[in-house]
C-alpha cells in the first residue's frame, strides 16, 4: 500500500522583516527531522515541496546527502495569509509581527487573530473577499494529494515538504470537517510534524498526524507552532 507523508516546515521567522526564511531553530529542527526520516528507511518513490523558500529549506536540508530530486508544485504552498487576514481578520496582525498601529504582537496574540480569520475565511466559501477562496484552497491541495498517490507504487512512499494550513486542509477534508475543523487542526500543527496518509482502493485515509517525537527526544526545547 502507497503511503504520502506530508512534512510541516520547520520554524520560518515570524516577527521579521522575511518570514520565508528558517530561524536559527528551524535548521536544527531540519536536523533532527532529517534523522528521524532516515530512520524510517523509507522506500521514496517521489519528494514534493510548495515554492515557498522555507518548504525548499527544509527539503533541503533534509535530503542533501540522499541525491533524492525535489519536485516543486504551487499547489503544496500555504494559504495567501496577508490576503486572508486583510479581508477576515476582525483587527490588524500581520507575520512581520505588527499588530494595530504598528504595534509589536506576540506569536501568541498573532495564532489569536489567525484562528478566526481562518474561521472566517472557510465559512464564506466563494463568497470570500481574498483572492484565494476557501474552496478554491481545498481542492486544489487534494488534487495534488490524489495526483502525487495515484503516482505511487505498492510499499513506496510520496514525501511532501508543505505549510499547516495545506496539511490541516487535507485532513480537514479526510475526517469529513472541511472548513469547520481546519483552524483547529491548523493551530496544533508543529514544525516538522509528520502527518501520515495510506492509499488504498477505497481512497486515503488519515493514519497519524502531527508526530514530532523527534523533536520531543531532543529535549522538546525545539517545539515551535509557528
Known amino acids: 500500500m502507497p503511503t504520502v507523508l506530508l512534512v510541516r516546515h520547520?520554524?520560518?521567522?515570524?516577527?521579521?522583516?522575511?518570514?520565508?526564511?528558517?530561524?536559527?531553530?528551524?535548521?536544527?529542527?531540519?536536523?533532527?527531522?532529517?534523522?528521524?526520516?532516515?530512520?524510517?528507511?523509507?522506500?521514496?518513490?517521489?519528494?514534493?515541496?510548495?515554492?515557498?523558500?522555507?518548504?525548499?529549506?527544509?527539503?533541503?536540508?533534509?535530503?542533501?546527502?540522499?541525491?533524492l530530486e525535489i519536485e516543486t508544485d504551487e499547489r503544496w504552498d500555504e494559504y495567501e495569509t496577508e490576503q486572508v487576514l486583510a479581508h477576515h481578520a476582525t483587527v490588524p496582525a500581520a507575520l512581520d509581527g505588527t499588530g494595530s498601529g504598528g504595534q509589536e504582537i506576540t506569536s501568541r496574540e498573532f495564532q489569536g487573530v489567525l484562528d478566526g480569520a481562518l474561521a472566517d475565511w472557510a465559512a464564506s466559501g466563494e463568497g470570500t473577499a481574498a483572492s484565494q477562496t476557501w474552496p478554491f484552497f481545498l481542492e486544489s491541495r487534494a488534487s495534488a494529494l490524489g495526483e502525487l498517490a495515484a503516482g505511487l507504487g505498492s510499499g513506496e512512499t510520496g514525501l511532501v515538504f508543505t505549510s499547516g494550513g495545506v496539511i490541516a486542509a487535507i485532513c480537514a477534508r479526510l475526517l469529513g470537517g472541511d472548513g469547520e475543523l481546519f483552524p483547529r487542526l491548523n493551530r496544533v500543527l508543529v514544525n516538522t510534524g509528520i502527518t501520515k496518509i495510506a492509499v488504498g482502493r477505497s481512497g486515503a485515509s488519515l493514519v497519524t498526524f502531527n508526530e514530532h517525537a523527534h523533536i520531543d527526544e531532543g529535549g522538546g526545547a525545539l517545539l515551535t507552532y509557528r
Open 10 to 67: 520547520a520554524q520560518a521567522s515570524f516577527g521579521s522583516a522575511d518570514y520565508d526564511v528558517l530561524s536559527p531553530a528551524g535548521l536544527e529542527q531540519s536536523a533532527l527531522l532529517a534523522t528521524a526520516l532516515e530512520h524510517r528507511q523509507l522506500t521514496i518513490g517521489r519528494v514534493v515541496c510548495g515554492t515557498a523558500r522555507r518548504q525548499r529549506e527544509t527539503a533541503t536540508a533534509c535530503l542533501t546527502a540522499t541525491g
